[in-house]
């Protein structure tokens, strides 16, 4: 949604990957299930954004790797561009909060 105030974006993501080897076991390294909310803000040279991401338990980590639990993950991240070609971007993110 965009106006003279600037634009608002608000996206719904996720992701999941599940592997396995010929010979059994699982590949190792993949990510749990992932899925959350992304809310952005875009005017001129100035472009805020805050995502919550839901991170599910990974019950089939690979050889030599544990198992996860669930974790929630919130990121703020701000991006001004100065008239001179200078960027600058800050972002917080927090630890991840386990349950």
Same mark, same amino acid.
């Given at each position: ?18 592997? *396995?080897? #010929? $010979?059994g076991?699982?590949?190792?390294? &993949?990510?749990?299930? !992932?899925y959350?909310? =992304?809310? *952005?803000? #875009? $005017? ?5 954004? &805050?995502?919550f991401? !839901?991170?599910e338990? =990974? ?41």
């Amino acid at each position: 949604m965009e106006n003279h105030y600037g634009a608002v974006d608000l996206t719904l993501f996720g992701d999941y990957t599940r592997g *396995s080897f #010929d $010979k059994g076991g699982d590949v190792p390294r &993949l990510p749990p299930l !992932r899925y959350g909310v =992304q809310l *952005s803000y #875009d $005017k001129e040279d100035w472009s805020s954004s &805050l995502r919550f991401t !839901r991170a599910e338990p =990974q019950n089939h980590a690979g050889a030599n790797e544990t198992n996860t639990n669930v974790y929630l993950l919130l990121n703020l991240s701000t991006h001004i561009v100065s008239r001179v070609l200078i960027s600058l971007k800050c972002c917080y993110s927090p630890r991840a909060i386990t349950s």
